[in-house]
């Protein structure tokens, strides 16, 4: 049991001691090793206090791992590794290395190579002992780094999308191809990129257009694409092949545009529509 400074008691948890070493920079195994450590040290100790605690993962952290380890722990304890920023609404926030991450891996980087320049982002800061700062400080710190590591465009690039977001405009992606080259899966790994987290692509909007509608009805909703033909029924005057697969496609495509209408009204949600000859999405849709 551990006893807090206001004198509580509490059991000892070793999951958290293993997080609260992760943010030292250890892996998984690293840090429940030493908290496992740390439990067998105190095991015969019964009750103790917060800062034997402490003290005794301090010592097991120096034995393992050196004292930079141990300066980098004591700073999650003081909080000094964490960073707020003050966003454009005046509202403080907690600056998060892999949300930045994920920013700078819409401009076209490696996962790799973001993870760097955001924990290069974060390491500005801390150096500095700077654990408060506006939005736009952050914008300038990456911009600087962007163009001193990798040049100009990725700095323009990261530029254009920060302006991006502080607007309201709707970005238009056409993304086309024949069925089954894979737009759906370039649709959806583009939304994972953009932090696009509610999608709807016509493949599903065809299944439950299927389970409202007869195949009696509009057999080419029902057929694949590579059999459209075989559902239209052609008169004497479409007897030309790509005349039959027009109008096959143009009777399924009708049907999915009245889900895609009803999509469309749908307010203050980001919708993301996956079209036959391309998707869009917005965050006003």
């Not at 238009?172 to 959806?188: E, I, N």
Request: charged content about 25%; proline content about 2%; hydrophobic content about 40%.
């Amino acid at each position: 049991m551990v006893t807090g400074k206001d004198g509580s008691v509490h059991p000892f948890l070793r999951g958290i001691l293993t997080r609260s070493l992760q943010a030292t920079g250890l892996s998984f195994d690293e840090a429940y090793a030493v908290a496992d450590e740390v439990r067998d040290t105190l095991a015969s100790k019964g009750t103790v206090t917060s800062k034997l605690l402490r003290t005794v993962a301090v010592q097991c952290l120096e034995s393992s791992f050196g004292q930079e380890r141990v300066e980098a722990y004591r700073m999650v304890l003081e909080r000094r590794g964490r960073i707020r920023f003050r966003r454009r609404d005046n509202e403080l926030d907690w600056f998060s290395r892999r949300l930045h991450q994920k920013r700078l891996e819409r401009c076209g980087l490696p996962i790799d190579t973001s993870s760097e320049l955001a924990q290069a982002v974060y390491q500005e800061f801390v150096s500095n002992k700077i654990y408060e700062v506006r939005s736009d400080e952050i914008e300038r710190v990456t911009l600087n780094l962007l163009r001193k590591e990798l040049g100009e465009e990725f700095a323009e690039r990261y530029r254009a999308w920060s302006l991006f977001d502080r607007g309201d405009g709707i970005l238009v992606l056409l993304c086309g191809g024949a069925p089954g080259v894979g737009k759906s899966t370039l649709a959806a790994e583009i939304a994972t990129r953009l932090d696009i987290v509610r999608t709807q692509s016509t493949d599903m909007l065809r299944e439950i257009m299927r389970e409202m509608v007869p195949a009696a009805l509009v057999p080419e909703l029902h057929g694949s694409s590579f059999e459209v033909n075989l559902s239209v029924d052609a008169t004497a005057q479409m007897t030309k092949e790509k005349a039959i697969y027009f109008r096959g496609f143009g009777a399924r495509q009708s049907w999915c545009n009245l889900l895609h209408g009803l999509c469309w009204h749908v307010r203050n949600a980001r919708v993301f529509l996956s079209w036959s000859r391309g998707f869009i999405f917005g965050p006003d849709c």
